[in-house]
């Protein structure tokens, strides 16, 4: 029992930033029918200008993954605007090929900038566990917690609470009418690119400090993101939140109970599962984006 | 034909548009003077979604030119053909379904800036469409056909147009909601605002408009004022049912 709490607690860590990953991926996807394959870069991208700003920059923790959330929004601006805009009436296949080809791309400047060697992140944390009756936690986990909730909570924000976000769900729900509006729908193409990628990279910059940053960080990154995305359903920010949480708490509960070593493989168990059960997602509506 | 009173506030003018291959429209001339309710019939295919579409941006123009007040909006985005003062409440309604009844008539004003003035006629709109009032927080999608229809109206007003487009507005409403969506439409050109209304309820549309155009293949074939048309042969026969 004790034991169960401690990895719902390690599963929650993991969860919010998988979530994070999730979210952005499920808006790319469900408004640009974009699969964005570059996406796990965006997560590296956010782990080494984390790393920049902390070891390099000596700025605050906070201060880092701002910057590592303005570095992702930035880039993903820019690949979107070079690279996706013109191909917007191409089909979906081409703009994979693209994003495939983006991701080499990335992920090989990386290893130019940084090298090979996987990098520790300083952080300003003590490494001691704060212990709370029968579960103990390293206060790095409960800052990148606190700050996942923080960032989905905003993300939610954006979405229901904003006019950017008003305009986005008119455009997932209805292009040609939110044109009609007066939307500009490459405008919110650029947002929701940018949106997305700044997620991913804040999910890099949360979780590199608790692992290690390294150039093929984000392979993996991905695949767990297109995980929540499967298990959420297509666009679903609620889905994406929970599909995010409840595949970090699997993976801890798998990594716990059967073997470390199958902590991977779980998700993937999952979504094999979840695509012959339910293949609409575990929480499918028919409202997407929102 | 008689002249439009005051000066034309839309002209189109041999306008050629296409799907991919298929042509929708084929050289179509019109005009819609200030102030005017004009309305354009016409048999299913005959091009008259696509000349509305075609007039708020969403089909481009192959040839030919589209005159708002004087100035070239053919080439213009819909944002900007909105923003220059054309609002278009299209076929079907086409509400965000998602998306609450207030937030769709926000979408309505989503070119303007001044908020309290977007807030003043939000409130307008509620006394003067009571059944959204009562909805504001439900989602558009809730709502039956004749409150859609209302919705949708009253988001393309949201706009504060010069001149609204209507792509059938009475289209699978029931009869006294037919009577009603028409009573609207023509309180709003009484208010001052010129309107372009599309309709396959022909009979309904000639009554209350001032002119008309019939339109048959991408072109338009006949025209004049609406009384004129209620009494023409050809129209008779062929939209008119006798
Ligand atoms: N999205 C589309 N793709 C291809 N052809 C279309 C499309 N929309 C309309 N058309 C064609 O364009 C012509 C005019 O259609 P439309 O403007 O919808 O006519 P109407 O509104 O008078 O019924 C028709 O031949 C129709 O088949
Ligand atoms: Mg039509």
């Known amino acids: ?290 | 034909m008689t002249a439009p009173e005051g000066g034309p506030l839309l002209r189109v003018e041999e306008l050629h548009a296409a799907y991919g291959p298929v042509a929708a429209l084929r050289g179509l001339d019109l005009t819609v003077g200030q102030g005017e309710l004009v309305c354009l019939i016409g048999a299913n295919g005959a091009g008259k979604t696509s000349t509305l579409r075609a007039i708020s941006g969403l089909l481009p123009a192959a040839r030919g030119r589209i005159l708002f007040d004087g100035r070239p909006i053919h080439a213009a985005e819909p944002a900007e053909i909105l923003e220059a003062g054309i609002a278009h409440c299209p076929e079907g309604r086409r509400v965000f379904p998602y998306l609450t009844v207030q937030e769709n008539l926000e979408m309505g004003a989503y070119v303007r800036r001044d908020r309290h003035a977007v807030a003043e006629d939000l409130e307008r709109v509620c006394t003067h469409f009571p059944i959204l009032a009562e909805r504001r927080r439900q989602m558009a999608g809730t709502l039956s056909g004749g409150e859609q229809q209302m919705l949708a109206i009253a988001r393309a007003l949201m706009a504060r147009p010069r001149l609204i487009l209507f792509d059938e507005p009475s289209l699978g409403l029931a009869p006294t909601l037919v009577e009603t969506t028409f009573e609207i439409i023509a309180d709003i050109r009484r208010r001052g605002t010129t309107v372009l209304m599309v309709e396959q309820n022909a009979y309904g549309a000639l009554r209350m408009a001032d002119r008309g155009y019939v339109m048959e293949t991408g072109r338009i074939v006949l025209a004049g004022p609406a009384r004129a048309l209620l009494d023409d042969d050809h129209v008779r026969r062929a939209y008119l049912g006798g």
């Not at chain 1, 029992?1 to 990895?7: A, C, R, S, T, V």
């Not at chain 1, 990279?201 to 608790?210: K, M």
């Not at chain 1, 949480?245 to 991977?264: M, N, P, W």
Request: glycine letters at 14%; charged letters at 10%; proline letters at 4%.
């Open chain 1, 1 to 290: 029992m004790e034991q169960l709490l401690q990895h719902l607690v390690n599963g929650l860590v993991l969860g919010g930033t998988y979530a994070l990953l999730g979210i952005g991926l499920t808006l790319i996807f469900g408004l640009m029918n974009v699969v964005n394959f570059a996406h796990g870069e965006f997560y590296t991208l956010g782990a080494y200008a984390a790393f920049a700003a902390l070891a390099l920059g000596g700025v605050d923790f906070v201060v880092a993954v701002l910057a590592a959330i303005g570095a992702g929004a930035l880039l993903g601006a820019l690949c979107e605007r070079v690279l996706l805009r013109p191909l917007r009436a191409e089909s979906i296949d081409t703009t994979m090929l693209v994003m495939i080809g983006v991701w080499i791309a990335m992920q090989n400047g990386e290893l130019l900038v940084w090298g090979g060697v996987a990098k520790s992140i300083p952080h300003p944390f003590p490494t001691a566990p704060l212990v709370l009756g029968p579960v103990s936690i390293a206060p790095l986990r409960v800052f990148v917690l606190v700050l996942a909730a923080g960032l989905i909570a905003a993300s939610y924000l954006l979405i229901h609470r904003t006019k950017l976000g008003r305009a986005m769900r008119a455009t997932f729900q209805d292009r040609d009418t939110a044109a009609l509006m007066g939307v500009r729908i490459s405008r919110i193409h650029t947002a929701t690119f940018a949106f997305g990628s700044a997620l991913a990279a804040a999910a890099g910059a949360l979780l590199g400090p608790v692992f290690l940053a390294y150039p093929s960080m984000g392979d993996l990154a991905a695949l767990k993101a297109f995980c929540v995305v499967i298990l959420g359903g297509l666009g679903n920010l609620p889905g994406a939140t929970l599909g995010g949480l409840l595949l970090g708490i699997a993976e801890e509960l798998g990594a716990g109970y059967v073997s470390s070593g199958y902590r991977d493989a779980v998700g993937f168990v999952i979504i094999i599962l979840v695509l012959l059960l339910r293949p609409s997602g575990l929480f499918a509506r028919e409202e997407r984006i929102g």
